[in-house]
């Protein structure tokens, strides 16, 4: 479903049924990234403005979708995937997810969870991922729920008032979007880097 047609069909429909799309927009980019969660939460400031819906409509449509999105996936990792690993029988499988390396992971996300469910809000593409791993490595779900509602109202506040403020041409917000995921992506690359040869290095100094 492209940007445009969703918001041509926002725009069509009942001022009523305002708050159940933007439950269904914030619920469906926590399942399914490609889902421009963002761009509907920026056109919501706009409505805002424009009076067309109500703050607290907003505020908790918004929450509550992206936490029912995100719980379903935190759930589908703690339930789903750690049955599926268990239960694993490829060999091949079985060296992908490699016992050692995540139980490293579950250490690690049990130490730093909370600032990563919080950093990981600030970007669409790795929203859907880290709501799982928080369950594989069996994050308590109060912890889960208090940094994602933390920086969840954080982000969103500051797209519903990029719409309200930017009114008729909310769509520019759209562009500081696209250079913020540009920059974004390259300083997570890399951490990433930088933390794998970090790892890599400890694992050969231990072997020594």
């Not at 050692?100 to 469910?117: I, M, Q, S």
């Not at 997570?188 to 400890?202: E, G, N, V």
Request: aromatic share 22%.
């Amino acid at each position: 479903m492209g940007e445009g047609y969703f918001l041509e069909f926002f725009e069509s429909i009942p001022r009523e049924g305002y708050w159940l799309l933007i439950f269904f927009s914030t619920f469906m980019e926590n399942i399914f990234p490609p889902f421009p969660g963002d761009t509907i939460v920026a056109f919501t400031g706009y409505l805002w403005g424009a009076g067309l819906v109500s703050f607290q409509t907003l505020a908790i449509s918004i929450l509550a979708g992206n936490l029912a999105g995100a719980l379903l996936m935190y759930f589908f990792g703690l339930e789903v995937m750690n049955f599926f690993l268990k239960h694993l029988k490829s060999e091949r499988l079985k060296k992908l997810f490699d016992k050692e390396h995540l139980d490293k992971t579950h250490k690690w996300f049990n130490k730093y969870g909370f600032f990563a469910v919080m950093f990981s809000r600030f970007s669409a593409g790795i929203r859907f991922f880290v709501s799982i791993v928080a369950g594989m490595a069996n994050m308590h779900v109060s912890v889960f729920i208090l940094a994602f509602l933390l920086a969840t109202g954080l982000w969103n506040s500051l797209l519903i008032y990029g719409g309200y403020v930017m009114g008729e041409n909310w769509r520019e917000i759209l562009q500081y979007i696209q250079v913020y995921s540009a920059v974004f992506a390259v300083v997570l690359i890399a951490f990433a880097y930088y933390f794998y040869h970090r790892f890599k290095k400890s694992k050969i100094d231990s072997n020594e």
